[in-house]
DNA sequence: GTCTATAATGGGATAGAC
DNA sequence: GTCTATCCCATTATAGAC
C-alpha cells in the first residue's frame, strides 16, 4: 500500500473513515492505533490528522453520521399515515435491512459509547433516544386504534429495538435465509410480540 | 488505598477480578492498563501477575466463569418435565433476573469476545452456542407437545434472547419498575412471540 | 496533503529484594 | 505475596521539509 508524496483528498478521506470504521468494529477503538488506521488506507500516521483533530473525534463522527443516516433513511421509509401495523412492519422491514447492511456501524455505535467523552456521549445517546421514539410512537398509535395491545409503549419500543437488532449476530450473506426471509421471520414475531 | 507489604492472596485474587471486570465493563479491555487494576485493588502492578500470567488469561478466565455461572444456574432453575411453557416461563425470568444483576460481566462477555485469542474466543462462543441450545430445546418441545407455533426454533430462540439481554440497556434497581414486573411485562411479550 | 522525525507519555511484563 | 525499579516497545500528536 506505499504511496508517493501528493495532493489525494478527495480520495482520502473517505477511505480514512472506511478503514477506522472497520477496524474500530474488528478491533475496538482503544486496540487500534492512528498508524494501524494509516497503513489501512496507505498513508503515514501523520497524514490522519488532515482529516480528524484527534483520534477522538474520529470515533464520534463516526457515530454521529451513522446515527444521522438511520435517521434520514427511516423518515424516507417510514410510510407515515394511520394504518399503525403497516408502519410497524415497515419499521420492522427497514431496521433489518438498515442495520445488516452496516454491521461494523451498528457495532461501533453500540459498543463504544463508553470511550466517548461527557458530551459526545450525550450527542449520540440522544439520537439514539430518538430512534427509539419514533417507533414508540407507532406503538402508541396502534394501540390509541385498537389494532396492538400493550403494556408499556416505550419498554415495547426498546424491547422490538433490541430483537430485531440481535439479526446481526448470527445473519450472514451467504446463509441459508435471504435476507427478505428473515423480515418476514422478524415481522411475524413483532407482529405477535405487539397483539396485532 | 495503600497498602503496606505482606500476604494477601485468599483476599487480593477475588478483588482483582472484580476490579478488572469493573473497569473492563466500564472502559473496554484495550482501554485499562494492569496499572489501573492494580492502583484500584491497592497493590502494585507487578502483583497482579501472581494471579494472572498475563492480561489476556485474567480477561478469558472472567468470561468463562461468568459463562459456566449462567449454565450452572440455569440447571438449577430449569424445571424440567413436560410443560414447555412453564419451563418458557422460568427461562424467561431466570435470564432477566440473572443478567440484570450481573450486567458487567454481561457487557464484557459479549463486547470483549473480539479480543480473546483464537482458541479463547472458540472457548467462549461454544459456551455460548449451549446456552441458546437449552432454550432450543424448550422451544422445539413446546412446538412438538403444540402449545407454541414458530418457524424457526433456533432463530427464535436467538431472538428471544436478544429480546431479554436487551433489559440491561434501560433496567435501573431504582426505577420505576420493579425487576419482578419487569420479568412478567417481559414474559409476556414471549410468550405471544412464540405462540402460546 | 503527505512525508520524516521526534517529543512526551504510558503500556505489558519481569527481576530481585524483602 | 508484594514491593521497587526497570526493560523495551507502542502510543498520540506535533513540527517542519517538500
Redesign the interface.
Known sequence: MARTQGSHSEITGPRVREAAMRLFA??????VSMRQIATEVGVQAGALYNYTPDKQSLLFDLMREHMDALLDAWQQEDPGGTDARARLEAFTRFHIRFNTRRADAVFVSY??L??LTGENFAAVTELRRIYETRLEEILRAGQDAGVFTL??PR??A??V???L??VN??YRDAGRLKLDEVET??W??VR??V?G
Chains 1, 2 share one sequence.
Open positions: 474488528r478491533h475496538g477503538f482503544a486496540a459498543m463504544e463508553r470511550n403494556a408499556e419498554i415495547t426498546m424491547a429495538i433490541a430483537l437488532t440481535g449476530t448470527w421471520l422478524y411475524d414475531m405477535r410480540l397483539g
